[in-house]
Nanobody
Framework: QLQASGGGLVQAGGSLRLSCAAS????????MGWFRQAPGKEREFVAA????????FYADSVKGRFTISRDNAKNTVYLQMNSLKPEDTAVYYC?????????????????WGQGTLVTVSS
């Protein structure tokens, strides 16, 4: 089970930190990622991190503003979002998988959290 939290309302230029806690299983040989879905749009990749080596991956739209990190002891992944823009408004979903393939696509993940809403006002 994946439990996402940390969403909320923030002004443009502000920051939020999302958390995703995994329970019931570990993904030590795989990856965890964040996706987002804005109203009327498809779900898109935001960032991912591999559990073993800690390699990180980002969508071009968030590079330099968002940082993904993991805490192996807590089985938790974080997404620090800085310099937020109105176009970052979406429901953010965390996802996990036991394999390090198809990192930036939804088909590469078999476990999904419930989503947390991020709203950035202008």
């Amino acid at each position: 089970q994946l439990q996402a939290s940390g969403g909320g309302l923030v002004q443009a230029g502000g920051s939020l930190r999302l958390s995703c806690a995994a329970s019931g299983r570990t993904f030590s040989n795989g990856k965890m990622g964040w996706f987002r879905q804005a109203p009327g749009k498809e779900r898109e990749f935001v960032a991912a991190v591999t559990w073993g080596g800690g390699s990180t991956f980002y969508a071009d739209s968030v590079k330099g503003r968002f940082t993904i990190s993991r805490d192996n002891a807590k089985n938790t992944v974080y997404l620090q979002m800085n310099s937020l823009k109105p176009e970052d408004t979406a429901v953010y979903y965390c996802a996990a998988a036991n394999a390090i393939v198809r990192i930036t696509t939804t088909t590469g993940y078999g476990y999904w959290g419930q989503g947390t809403l991020v709203t950035v006002s202008s």
